[in-house]
């Protein structure tokens, strides 16, 4: 699993960045965000005790370092067909493993684009689910010390930059068109007056609404969804 592993001073790259999970034991790592992931390696018994992460970049494999503990009576080795294959949602459990302690992951499941794996641990505690619809999982970070005490996530979407240019592209429209015509006095003007107001009323809300969804990862398809409204409203904005 060490075939291709990336030398510690080479910069890796950002992505977007979501949770972690779980407890405040440990040291924090972060692995940073790749290509895709694939292969994942976890340790556990009555919890998560290590996590570690095959990676791709350009094309090669990259191995993550291990974070966790020496614990842990069962293997679990996850094999993606990657590039066709990739995780969009990873869910577990985290609680104390003793009383007054710090909570720690006690299960892990994934899910990638066609199967399903586990899951591996105890499925004891309070629950997380992060699901990316539209996008994929493509780095780890989290804390570690004995055992796996949280666990967070880089994200990337499938095609950001096509979907940003059709918004700034829809909005650039749209904005143009409200302002394009003085306004007038007569009622015919005030009518339209108004459609131009509520047309930039609705810009800044569906906007808004893309907003999130673009930082998020999390909805996608209410993107796609809201540009198609936008774009209609455009094509009856009254000139």
């Given amino acids: 699993m060490d075939e291709g592993k990336e030398n510690r001073s080479e910069k890796k790259k950002k992505g977007i960045e979501v949770g972690p999970w779980g407890?405040?034991?440990?040291?924090?790592w972060d692995d940073g965000s790749y290509h895709g992931v694939r292969e994942i390696t976890l340790v556990f018994g009555h919890c998560i005790d290590s996590i570690?992460?095959?990676y791709d970049k350009n094309g090669k494999p990259v191995a993550g370092e291990k974070h966790g503990g020496v614990g842990g009576?069962?293997?679990a080795e996850i094999k993606l067909q990657f590039p066709d294959e990739y995780l969009v949602s990873v869910s577990g459990y985290y609680c104390p493993v003793v009383h007054g302690g710090s909570p720690v992951i006690r299960s892990l499941a994934f899910?990638?684009?066609?199967r399903s794996f586990g899951p591996f641990g105890m499925e004891?505690?309070?629950p997380f689910f992060f699901p990316v619809d539209g996008g994929r999982i493509v780095g780890f970070k989290g804390r570690s010390g004995w055992y796996l005490d949280s666990i967070g996530f880089h994200v990337s979407q499938a095609q950001p930059a096509k979907l940003l240019q059709r918004v700034h592209k829809t909005f650039r429209r749209l904005a143009s068109t409200a302002v394009s015509k003085p306004l007038s006095t007569s009622k015919d003007g005030?009518?339209?007056r108004r459609?131009?107001?509520e047309a930039r009323e609705v810009c800044q809300y569906i906007d808004a609404i893309n907003k999130l969804a673009i930082q998020t990862l999390l909805f996608p398809l209410a993107v796609v969804k809201n540009m198609e409204l936008l774009e209609s409203s455009v094509n009856h904005v009254p000139v």
Wanted: proline share 0%; aromatic share 0%; net charge positive.
């Fill in 52 to 54: 570690r992460v095959m």
């Fill in 23 to 28: 407890g405040n034991g440990g040291t924090s």
């Fill in 111 to 114: 899910k990638s684009n066609k």
């Fill in 73 to 75: 009576n069962q293997t």
């Fill in 190 to 192: 005030e009518h339209r």
């Fill in 124 to 126: 004891h505690g309070t």
């Fill in 195 to 197: 459609e131009r107001v």
